[in-house]
Structures are given as C-alpha cells and as structure tokens.
C-alpha cells in the first residue's frame, strides 16, 4: 500500500498496512497474499468488482504488463473468455441490476439509465444532487438470499455512481454508498445521516483532488504502443498526455473524469469494509465496489488510447493493493472474489475508421422521430401529460400506443412507416418489433435474444432498430455503448477463491450466471427463479456436486 492509500485508507488500516511494500509501479503480486484456489468452508466475504466499461479484451492486450489485482485474478481465478452482458440497452443501470440478480432487465425492469435511480423522495444526505434509491429494481438479488438465510449478514456497496452502487445490490437497504459534489453520500432510503467514518474520510479525501494534480502514464512511454497524441480524442481538447487537474472548483469536478476516482473509491470501499465489520462473523457478508473512471476515461479517450491503457494498468494496481489490504484485515482463504463489468464499449466513429472499418459512422434519425411525431399530432390531437412517441433511445422506440388507438390511429400502420424510413439507413442491420423478436430463434440470432432480455414486457416498445457494428447513435465524438453488439456486450468474467476452480473457459456464459454460482459458494438458493445458470464447471468437486443436487431437487420440484 502506498502510504497516500493509507493515510486515505484510515488510521484503522495503517497498522496493518505497514506490513504492505507495494508502489504503484512495481511489482504487486506479494506470494504471502496470494488468493487461495482451494478451500472448503463457506466464504466469509464475498468481493464483487464491477469495472465500468471494461471490455473483454483489455485483460488480454495488457496482460504482459498487469502486476496487480487484474494479474492475480486472471492467475488465480477461473476466467471466463466468452461472458456477456447478454441483453440490448448495454448501460450502467442495466448491467448493474443483472450481476447479482441473476436477472436479465426485462426482470429486473432496470432497462435504461434514465428509468434508473431517480427517485426525489429519497434526497441526499449532507450534500446536493438529484434523489436516488431503487424502488424500481424489481425482485430480488444474491444479498436477499444469504440475507433470508442470516439475517445477521451485512452488505456495503460503494461507487462513484448513484446507479452503479445501488443497483448491483438490489432494494436491500444495507451500507450503500456513492460519490456527489466531491464527497460520498447516501439517500434517505437507506439512512438518516452519514456515520462518522464516512464523514471522517470526505474531510480526508478532500486532498486526493488537489488543483493542478497531473496525470502522467504509469510506464514509460515505449510500453504504450498506441499514438498518444490523437486528434479525435476527448473532443479535440487535451488529447495527449500529461493531463493536468482542472484550478479552483473545478478540480472537484474534474476529479471523476481522472483514473485517481476509482483508488479513492477503493480506499473508501476498504475503509466501509472495516468500520461496517464486515467479514467478521460466519458470513457471508457482500462488498461491492463499483468502478467508474474507466467510463469516463473511456468515453472521452476510447477503447484504442493510450489513456484507457494506462487507467486499465492503474487500475490493476490499486486493485492488488485493494486485495493485499484486505487479505490483511480478512482471512484471505474465506474470501470470494468476482470481477466483471456492467457494459463495453464501441469506439468513436473517427477511431474505428482510423482502425479501418472505413463505414463507420453517426446515426441520427432525430428527423424521422420529429416526422413521426407531427403525423401523430396531426391524426391524435396532442397528447396528454406526455408524448405521444415517449423516446427513441438506443433505437428502442416507445410509443403512448393505448392512447393512440382510444383516438382511433392504427398505430401498426405508423410504425410501419418509421420503419421503412428507417431501413433506408445503411448503417441499419435491422429493424424489428416484439412480433418479429419472438418469431426468431434466441440460441442463434443473438440480436432477437439480447431486445427480449432487455425489454419488461409490459413495455409498449413498438420498434428496436439496431445498428451494424462500429456505428454510433446521434452524433458526438466520444466512444459510446448502448446497443446489443458483442464491442458493448463483452465483458470479463473472473472468479476466485475457496470452492473455484482456477483455469481459463471459453465456453459463452452471461454476467446472469455470477448470482447463481456465488449464491452455491454462499451455500444459499436464489428465491426466485433466474436466468443465469450456475457455472458448475468452474466448481471445485464438492461444491460442483452440491450445486448439482440442488439442480435436481428444484427440477423435481418444477415437474
Ligand atoms: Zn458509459
């Protein structure tokens, strides 16, 4: 640990962060913290990461220079090479809600991001900023479970993201963290003012974004094979390395667009561990740490930049100081560790062109949408409180369609009409409704699988227009996700620890199974049925057979 992660960390943790000699740039695989392959005993935490953005194969092209957590999980761990955000509308909300539910959105009925968190009866604590809770999250999720079974289990889940932090742990209403206007907060529906831990850290952290910090790549320049100074990147502005922390106020917004978010998120996440005593009891216990900077980063630079190179290498760090830490304030060999991400993500338009897909290009049918809402106008007369067309988001195309047929109008015969505009497109792959979505087979035609697990079926969703691959939604330069192709939907999977086989797997599984198979390690069953399998074969041999026999036992009960 470094000595900013501890003094970050708390006074609690310096003492057994003393022990700990890793810099940030050598090497962080300490052999004495090493993650156990085997064990037997239930675990006694359960550690979930969930890299923002993170596509799959970043794990592979930075593979040679990762020493850190990332290096130990994919040593250690069973790494499944083929995982999937299995479902359209690849966004933080959704993925989020899928991981620990085991539920795909059309479940969970987190679909999009903006039918989210948002809730205004559930305002922040101690700072400004928009309500949140999850009173849209529908069932329930892996913490219910152990929870139904000890209700002595805690859970802590911590991220820079409203969204992420509340939605990967479902509606339980336990430790749930995230950072607003430059500190870490929470909502009313989880708690009536901030401990004094949290409060304590904030007026610590307050340094972490010091005006003026610079971000300089971790290696030298020649471990990074990508062009550094890159025309198309974030805007135009700021393209090339140092990036420089923002003077004055802005520096506290600045932050969360600067790898450092995600090490103080860390540090927060480890400080919860300990002051909530979780891990302490028999357990399990649950701590999910969300990070975002990966996102940002992301977005402003691309999959392809020498940024998101670095902020995956200093993310692999942090996390082996996160783990060396917490093997230090935990049994190791009780502990549980996942990591996988809530999306990928698709590069700017100008980014894939210059890696060669020469058609790469922006997509907006705003014209079409504006047409198709003066025909409806014209035909129904306005609409009441909303819209007659409520969005168009990601090619999903929701429609007030009761409303409209009570005013007479065969909406079918409108749809239709978008949907010829809309196939003229070259950029489309194609386009679809519930009727043709049902229609196809979902083993193979993984486009109809994905709208089906996105969409709650009461959903009036008229249309779901997707697009070829490489091509962006409504203009903008930054890379973006959203859309049910494998670049947005690939994402890693890695588990490891007690009762987890260790080896790389390359069958095609779904971030859905990762609820099911921990909840076999936690020795608990879902309470409701989901659509994720358990991994059985990434299963030490008791802990396969026991899942086996539960299989059996609900099939029976099925028939
Ligand atoms: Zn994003």
Redesign the pocket.
């Known amino acids: 640990m470094t000595p900013a992660f501890a003094r970050l960390a708390g006074a609690a943790l310096l003492a057994v962060a003393a022990g700990a000699a890793v810099g940030a740039g050598g090497p962080a695989t300490d052999p004495g913290q090493r993650l156990p392959a085997q064990g037997r005993s239930t675990p006694s935490l359960i550690v979930v990461f969930i890299v ?2 993170m596509r799959a194969d970043y794990l592979e092209r930075f593979r040679s220079q990762l020493t850190g957590g990332l290096r130990r999980l994919l040593q250690d761990g069973a790494v499944f090479t083929e995982a999937y955000q299995d479902h359209a509308m690849t ?2 909300a959704p993925g989020q809600a899928t991981v620990l539910s085991g539920r795909n959105p059309y479940s969970t009925e987190i679909f999009r991001n903006a039918e989210g968190v948002q809730d205004g009866r559930a305002p922040l604590l101690e700072v400004r900023g928009p309500g949140a809770s999850p009173r849209r999250f529908r069932g329930t999720s892996l913490f219910d479970w152990i929870a139904a079974r000890d209700p002595a289990a805690r859970a802590l889940s911590v991220s820079r993201k409203d969204r992420s932090a509340i939605l990967s742990l479902g509606r339980a209403r336990q430790a749930v963290y995230w950072y607003q206007g430059g500190q870490f907060t929470t909502s009313r529906y989880y708690a009536d003012s901030l401990p004094a831990w949290v409060r304590s850290f904030n007026a610590r952290a307050v340094r972490a974004r010091a005006p003026g910090r610079v971000w300089n790549p971790l290696l030298p320049a020649s471990a990074y094979p990508e062009p550094d100074s890159v025309t198309f990147e974030n805007g135009g502005r700021d393209v090339a390395f140092p990036h420089r922390l923002p003077d004055g106020g802005e520096a506290v917004h600045a932050f969360v667009r600067f790898p450092w978010m995600d090490w103080l998120t860390l540090a927060f996440a480890l400080e919860g561990v300990e002051r909530q005593g979780l891990g302490r009891g028999p357990g399990p216990d649950l701590a999910l740490v969300s990070l975002a900077a990966t ?1 940002d980063i ?2 402003a630079f691309g999959p392809n930049s020498r940024e998101i190179h670095d902020q995956i290498l200093r993310l692999d760090r942090w996390l082996g100081m996160f783990l060396d830490s917490l093997g230090r304030l935990r049994d190791p060999r009780r502990m549980v560790v996942a990591l996988t991400a809530d ?1 990928g993500v698709t590069p700017s338009p100008e980014d894939a062109r210059a890696h060669g897909d020469r058609a790469a290009r922006s997509v907006s049918f705003a014209s079409e949408v504006r047409a198709l809402r003066r025909a409806l106008a014209e035909r129904a007369g306005r609409a009441g409180p909303g819209d007659w067309v409520r969005y168009f988001e990601m090619g999903l195309l929701v429609m007030d369609r009761v409303g409209l047929e009570a005013r007479g109008v065969n909406v079918d015969s409108v749809v239709e009409a978008f949907a010829a505009r809309v196939r003229r497109s070259p950029a489309v792959l194609r386009v679809d409704t519930r009727r043709s979505l049902a229609a196809r087979d979902t083993a193979v035609d993984w486009v109809a699988r994905r709208w089906l697990n996105a969409l709650p079926p009461l959903l009036p969703a008229e249309l779901m227009v997707t697009l070829r691959p490489n091509m962006r939604w409504d203009g903008g330069g930054d890379a973006k ?1 959203g859309q049910p192709t494998d670049a947005d939907a690939h994402v890693p999977l890695i588990l490891a620890g007690p009762g987890i086989r260790r080896g790389t797997y390359g069958a095609r599984v779904s971030v859905a199974d990762i609820a099911p198979t921990l909840a076999v390690l936690a020795g608990v069953p879902p309470l409701e049925r989901v659509d994720g399998r358990v991994l059985r074969e990434a299963l030490t041999g008791r802990e396969a057979v026991g899942a086996a026999a539960r299989a059996r036992r609900s099939a029976t009960r099925e028939r």
């Open positions: 923002d953005q966004m933080t996102d992301g977005h999306h996700h």
